[in-house]
Each structure stands twice: as C-alpha cells, then as structure tokens.
C-alpha cells in the first residue's frame, strides 16, 4: 500500500509561481508518478507524470513550458514546480501513483493523494 501526502499549496498571483511536493510511504509496486487538478466543475486532468525509473516526463499542453515535474534523489519525493500561474491553473492538486503509465495516462493498480489547493488571483 502506498500513501502519498501533499504539500505546498496556497494562494499566489497571476505570474507567480510555486511548488507542491508529494512525499510517498509504504510498499510500492509503482513504475509512474503524476500530478493532477481538479478545478471546481471540472473533471480531474492529468496534469504532469514522471517514469520513475527512467525519468521521461509528460505534460498537459496547457502546462508546457510553465510546469516541471521532478523526483526527489530517493524517488519517494515527487514535485511539481509551477511557473508563471494564471486564474486557470486554479484547481485542487494531487499527486498520484500508478503501476505503469503511458504518458499522461495510469494504468494498474492506482494510489492517490489527499490533495493541495492553489489558488491563482488577479
């Protein structure tokens, strides 16, 4: 069982930036970590993943260039640093883990995170 808990969440201005970490605990049988939001209304999005035995990296179009999606050096850390925020970026994040991925999608077992609220104002 894996047990993923994030942090770093908050509010910031349109332009600023900030970075969640997801830190990862218990057995894990994972070969793929991600970020995800979920905006009020909306569906949950894939935002940025990561193979973590490989380090290819995947990302939204929405989030290129702005978003990067990096491991800690024990690969039990995940972060999602967030550049250059917009009123959009505005969503509940949660880190996520999964038995395989192909690109933004997970498949296999899944694990989930509690989530991290960004807000982004004007």
């Known amino acids: 069982q894996v047990q993923l808990v994030e942090s770093g969440g908050g509010s910031v201005q349109a332009g600023g930036s900030l970075r969640l970490s997801c830190a990862a605990s218990g057995y894990t049988d994972t070969t793929c970590m991600a970020w995800f939001r979920q905006a009020p209304g909306k569906e949950r999005e894939a935002v940025a993943s990561i193979y973590t035995t490989r380090g290819n990296t995947f990302y939204a179009d929405s989030v290129k260039g702005r978003f990067t999606i990096s491991q800690g050096n024990s690969e039990n850390t995940l972060y999602l640093q967030m550049n250059s925020l917009k009123l959009d970026d505005t969503a509940m994040y949660y880190c996520?883990?999964?038995?395989?991925?192909?690109?933004?999608?997970?498949?296999?077992?899944?694990?989930w995170g509690h989530g991290t609220q960004v807000t982004v104002s004007s």
């Open positions: 996520a883990a999964a038995a395989y991925c192909s690109g933004l999608n997970m498949g296999g077992n899944k694990y």
